[in-house]
Structures are given as C-alpha cells and as structure tokens.
C-alpha cells in the first residue's frame, strides 16, 4: 500500500507542477485581471510559486502537510472566484466553468486528506522521524 500513496502524491503533485509554470506567463496574468484579480501581476505568479512549492513539498514527501495547506490556501480562492460557474450564462461557458470548479473541489479535498494524513511511509518526512526515533534509542539506552 505504501507504493499507492507514492503514487497518489506523484500524481497529485503533477497536475500542480505543471500548471504553476503558466502563472508566470502575461496571458494567465492578463486572464485574471480581466476576471477581477487584483493585483493580478504579483498575485499570479505569487500563486505559481505557492503552487509549485506545494507540490514539490507533498512529491517528495518533505513537509508534505505544509505543502498541502499551501495547496488549500491556493485552490480555495481560485476556485471559488475564477470558476464560479453560477455566475455564467452562456451554457457552454457554464459546463467548461463547473468542470473546473468541481476538478478545483475535488484537489481541494485531496489537500485537506494530505494536510491530516501526511505523506505515508515512503516519504523524506518518514525517514527524518525515523532518523530521529532511532538517535532518542541510542541516547537512552547505553551501548553494550
């Protein structure tokens, strides 16, 4: 099962990964602008790198809580403000804008399980607490 959560994390982490390298562009800046970002040209790239810290933080496993509270902290008003479908009227628009909303909910709710759960056992996370449990050993018991 450790193998399924490593997987889970790469594939989670991926789909942020790639993304975050677009909040750099002027385009992503200029589309959020027009959708009432403010600030759009230090928030948009301001998100891109939240994102992809995030995703490399619960990749390798390394402060993987953190970087899923940075996730959270990202998606929640992404979200809710660039994919707010309800505001829509055009229905195609409103299909594509729900789609986004919705795929936005569900990474929402992966972070949350990550930000409780942690990285699993395949994680740098779970070498460094070993690390440690095992020097907290050697430190009590005298060597022989």
Do not use: C
């Not at 889970?8 to 990964?17: D, E, M, P, T």
């Not at 990202?74 to 403000?81: C, D, H, K, Q, R």
Request: charged residues 10%.
């Amino acid at each position: 099962m450790k193998y399924v959560l490593l997987a889970g994390r790469v594939l989670f982490s991926a789909v942020f990964i790639m993304s975050s390298f677009g909040h750099f562009s002027q385009a992503t800046i200029g589309y959020a602008a027009s959708a009432g970002v403010p600030l759009a040209n230090v928030l948009v790239p301001l998100s891109g790198i939240m994102e992809l810290v995030g995703a490399l933080l619960i990749l390798t496993g390394y402060k993987a809580k953190w970087g899923a509270w940075l996730l959270v902290i990202f998606l929640v008003p992404v979200t809710f403000s660039l994919h707010a479908f309800w505001k829509t009227t055009e229905p195609m628009q409103q299909k594509l804008e729900m789609a986004a909303f919705m795929k936005n909910i569900s990474m929402l709710g992966a972070a949350l399980i990550i930000s409780y759960m942690g990285s699993g056992s395949l994680s740098i996370d779970n070498l460094i607490s070993r690390n440690k449990l095992v020097n907290r050993r050697q430190q009590v018991s005298p060597a022989h």
